[in-house]
């Protein structure tokens, strides 16, 4: 089978294997408000200065905490964010 092919059954399915997404479950049982706390600090208002600084600079993850989600028709494949 040429490449060519092959990339035509992929864009004539929509298919994307190559493509990957994240997910991220929380235990946290105070989440949602924790997330809307977050998420309002980006409202706009006239004096708010929001500052994200990456805490782990140098920490390589050699290994994931969720195994990877199985790629399912029309979805990518997903793994944890750390």
């Given at each position: 089978?040429?490449?060519?092919?092959?990339?035509r059954i992929w864009r004539d399915g929509n298919l994307k294997p190559h493509?990957?997404?994240?997910?991220?479950?929380?235990?946290?049982?105070?989440?949602?408000?924790?997330?809307?706390?977050?998420?309002?600090?980006?409202?706009?208002a006239r004096w708010r200065c929001v500052l994200?600084?990456?805490?782990?600079?140098?920490v390589q993850a050699l290994n994931r905490t969720q195994p990877v989600?199985?790629?399912a028709f029309a979805t990518t494949e997903k793994r944890t964010h750390d």
């Open positions: 089978m040429s490449w060519h092919y092959a990339a493509r990957s997404g994240t997910f991220k479950i929380s235990k946290d049982p105070a989440f949602a408000e924790k997330v809307a706390y977050i998420v309002g600090l980006y409202q706009p994200s600084v990456d805490e782990k600079t140098q989600l199985l790629v």
